[in-house]
């Protein structure tokens, strides 16, 4: 029986899965806007600390009755009885009502953290679009959602969840995986811009920025190459495929070319070894876009086992490298938020996640952006001071790389140079704040033999 038809199913019975959404972003938004048209799926309430962004974002997507602003777990039940979806600033006031799942899209890997543990508690299923949590402590959260017997799963419709998706399909039909990612725009430049360069990199319009929909620093973590180091992480650590030593290379590449090129330099590709994980640019190093790119979708590429194989890859039109023994599989381009009802229906239905951290494999350390003092204050995701690096979790640890996820609101004690992998001795970091402690948990655990984190 698929999805629709467990959904209708609840829809019939007058048990719609019932759903909080933390967190009313452009992410939160989308998913607002499919789920107003979904039988046997309910939203219960929606917290974010700007109560009026909250309200807009139900009036703007076309929910017609009026949402409340509460206070409690119990108005926002009452709430949710008379048809109603609430608003309330406290997150952990909707995490105590009635739900079945919680849709976390804050952005914040704290605050994702936080909510994750308390809905475990509570017995409610967790859909993670704060792919900065999962990428900094996924294999912990997952652990302690196996524990609770609950789901701890990845957004589908956010890239990460569709890579795991493609993963999954070529290994079910029993092929080798050689590489998955996903597409962006890329140029080496792009690892040193700010939020104050990050919209003329983009191109965009006064006019489009006046709007408000443009978060600088969220637009920067994309260009400046952190959130694909952070996505990638994610994957690396929910299909066990292993980061290259060097990290991510940004190869220009189009869709006809991916098997020729993500394939392993001993068959005349560019990857360090098979089975890893690889994000490609849509434009070449001088700029011009790549023919056939792949910005906005994602890909795998995969082997034959044998010559039997090769003729059907040629025989049923899949483009392969020279070889035929390599062939690539993707999809152009993904919906976010507006796919985000299929996690909620796959955890909530079948108890089983569209992607989940299994293995500490990816890490994210984060990389001066430029000569940084001593006393200089670090910026974070998307900001003036560091980006994010891919690295295997084996070598990050070993070097004590600071994670991207910590690397906010905290003051260098050394001096770090530009491009320099900045580590934990380089900082003073509250050895009492929350994330920190689940951090230096994983790592704890990692270090003393623990690899699988699922139960």
């Given amino acids: 029986?698929?999805?629709?038809?467990?959904?209708?199913?609840?829809?019939?019975?007058?048990?719609?899965?019932?759903?909080?959404?933390?967190?009313?972003?452009?992410?939160?938004?989308?998913?607002?806007?499919?789920?107003?048209?979904?039988?046997?799926?309910?939203?219960?309430?929606?917290?974010?600390?700007?109560?009026?962004?909250?309200?807009?974002?139900?009036?703007?997507?076309?929910?017609?009755?009026?949402?409340?602003?509460?206070?409690?777990?119990?108005?926002?039940?009452?709430?949710?009885?008379?048809?109603?979806?609430?608003?309330?600033?406290?997150?952990?006031?909707?995490?105590?009502?009635e739900l079945d799942v919680v849709i976390e899209c804050t952005g914040s890997p704290e605050a994702g953290a936080e909510h994750a543990l308390a809905a475990f508690s509570a017995g409610q299923h967790v859909v993670m679009v704060t792919v900065e949590a999962d990428s900094l402590i996924g294999p912990l959260l997952r652990k302690r959602a196996d524990q609770a017997g609950v789901v701890y799963s990845m957004a589908y419709g956010d890239q990460p969840a569709l890579v795991c998706?493609?993963?999954?399909?070529?290994?079910?039909?029993?092929?080798?995986?050689?590489?998955?990612?996903?597409?962006?725009?890329?140029?080496?430049?792009?690892?040193?811009?700010?939020?104050?360069?990050?919209?003329?990199?983009?191109?965009?319009?006064?006019?489009?920025?006046?709007?408000?929909?443009?978060?600088?620093?969220?637009?920067?973590?994309?260009?400046?190459?952190?959130?694909?180091?952070?996505?990638?992480?994610?994957?690396?650590?929910?299909?066990?495929?292993?980061?290259?030593?060097?990290?991510?290379?940004?190869?220009?590449?189009?869709?006809?070319?991916?098997?020729?090129?993500?394939?392993?330099?001993?068959?005349?590709?560019?990857?360090?070894?098979?089975?890893?994980?690889?994000?490609?640019?849509?434009?070449?190093?001088?700029?011009?876009?790549v023919p056939g790119d792949l910005r906005w979708g994602v890909y795998v590429t995969f082997r034959a086992a044998s010559e039997y194989v090769k003729q059907c890859f040629d025989q049923y039109g899949i483009t392969t490298d020279e070889s035929g023994e390599f062939a690539a599989l993707y999809r152009p381009s993904h919906l976010i938020g507006l796919e985000l009802p299929i996690s909620v229906a796959w955890s909530a239905l079948r108890h089983v996640p569209t992607g989940s951290p299994r293995e500490f494999l990816g890490d994210v350390a984060a990389v001066a952006k430029k000569n940084l003092t001593v006393g200089a204050s670090l910026d974070g995701e998307g900001g003036e001071t560091v980006f994010g690096k891919l690295m295997p979790a084996a070598d990050s640890l070993a070097q004590g790389a600071l994670p991207m996820g910590l690397a906010s609101n905290i003051q260098l004690k050394r001096t770090v140079a530009r491009d320099q992998i900045l580590t934990y001795d380089d900082v003073e970091l509250p050895s009492d704040g929350p994330l920190v402690r689940l951090r230096r948990e994983m790592e704890e655990e990692y270090k003393a033999g623990t690899r699988s984190f699922s139960g």
Avoid at 48 to 77: H, K, M
Avoid at 175 to 185: C, H, L, N, P
Wanted: with cysteine; proline share 5%.
């Fill in 1 to 97: 029986m698929n999805l629709h038809e467990l959904l209708q199913e609840r829809a019939e019975q007058e048990r719609p899965i019932r759903v909080g959404l933390i967190g009313a972003g452009k992410f939160g938004t989308m998913f607002l806007a499919q789920a107003l048209h979904i039988a046997g799926m309910q939203v219960v309430g929606v917290a974010d600390l700007q109560l009026d962004r909250a309200a807009e974002s139900l009036t703007r997507t076309g929910w017609s009755s009026p949402p409340r602003s509460v206070t409690t777990a119990g108005e926002i039940n009452d709430a949710a009885a008379a048809g109603h979806v609430a608003i309330v600033a406290d997150a952990m006031q909707l995490i105590a009502a």
């Fill in 165 to 289: 998706e493609l993963v999954d399909w070529a290994r079910t039909c029993g092929f080798e995986v050689v590489a998955a990612g996903k597409g962006t725009k890329h140029l080496p430049e792009y690892h040193y811009s700010t939020p104050n360069t990050v919209f003329d990199y983009y191109g965009f319009t006064p006019q489009q920025l006046a709007t408000g929909d443009f978060n600088p620093k969220m637009f920067n973590s994309f260009l400046d190459g952190t959130k694909s180091a952070i996505e990638m992480a994610a994957i690396a650590n929910a299909t066990g495929l292993t980061p290259q030593p060097e990290g991510l290379q940004f190869a220009p590449v189009g869709v006809d070319q991916l098997a020729e090129v993500l394939k392993p330099r001993s068959a005349g590709g560019i990857l360090a070894h098979s089975g890893t994980v690889e994000v490609i640019s849509c434009l070449d190093l001088d700029g011009e876009l």
